[in-house]
Structures are given as structure tokens and as C-alpha cells.
């Protein structure tokens, strides 16, 4: 079993900060991109920022110069500081992990079950 938990969440207003966190625990060898994506209310889930285990990360261009996507691969988490909040961003954040769970093994796609983040003043 592999169990992603996202944390972080939350209402804030314009202009404002949030860091989301995406912990992965479970049954797991190898974790290769992580990644951050959202889903507004009636719209598809779009991507939001994404980064490999070399580090190399890219970013929507809604949230470049916003947003910043890093990971702790020690405790295989990770992180979305979100800053310069707008209305826009309000979401339901989902975390990505892309793994493998033995050696030698196809890496898939595993994701958490979301957090809301809410911008309104």
C-alpha cells in the first residue's frame, strides 16, 4: 500500500501565503517526478507545478514567479509554497507521486486526496 497525505490548506486572503505539504509513506523503492496539481470548481484538473528527482523543476505560467515546488526525498515529501495568492488559485490541490514499489519495476502514478485552499477576502 502507498499512502499519499497531503497538509496545508486552508482560507486566506488576496495577496497572502500558503505552503502545502504531500507526504508519501507505504510500500516504496523508488520515487521518480512529484508533482502538485488543481482542480477549480467545474474546470479540469490542470497541472501546477511538477519536479524530478534530480530537482529540476517547471511551472504552469498562471503561478510562475509565485510558486515554488521542492521535495525532501529523506522523508519523501513534497512541498508547494504558494505566495501572492489570488482568487484565481482557489483549488482543490491534488499531490502526484510517480514511483515504483520494488526494483526493476514499472514506476506509476499514485495521487493524494486533495486539500482546499480558498483565496477570498
Known amino acids: 500500500q502507498v499512502q499519499l497525505v497531503e497538509s496545508g490548506g486552508g482560507l486566506v486572503q488576496p495577496g497572502g501565503s500558503l505552503r502545502l505539504s504531500c507526504a508519501a509513506s507505504?510500500?516504496?523503492?523508488?520515487?521518480?517526478?512529484m508533482g502538485w496539481y488543481r482542480q477549480a470548481l467545474g474546470k479540469e484538473r490542470e497541472l501546477v507545478a511538477t519536479?524530478?528527482?534530480?530537482?529540476?523543476?517547471n511551472y504552469a505560467d498562471s503561478v510562475k514567479g509565485r510558486f515554488t515546488i521542492s521535495r525532501d526525498d529523506a522523508k519523501n515529501t513534497v512541498y508547494l509554497q504558494m505566495n501572492s495568492l489570488k482568487p484565481e488559485d482557489t483549488a482543490i490541490y491534488y499531490c502526484?507521486?510517480?514511483?515504483?514499489?520494488?526494483?526493476?519495476?514499472?514506476?506509476?502514478?499514485?495521487w493524494g486526496q486533495g486539500t482546499q485552499v480558498t483565496v477570498s477576502s
Open positions: 502526484n507521486a510517480n514511483l515504483n514499489r520494488r526494483p526493476f519495476t514499472v514506476y506509476e502514478d499514485y
Open positions: 507505504g510500500s516504496i523503492f523508488s520515487i521518480g517526478a
Open positions: 519536479i524530478r528527482s534530480s530537482s529540476s523543476s
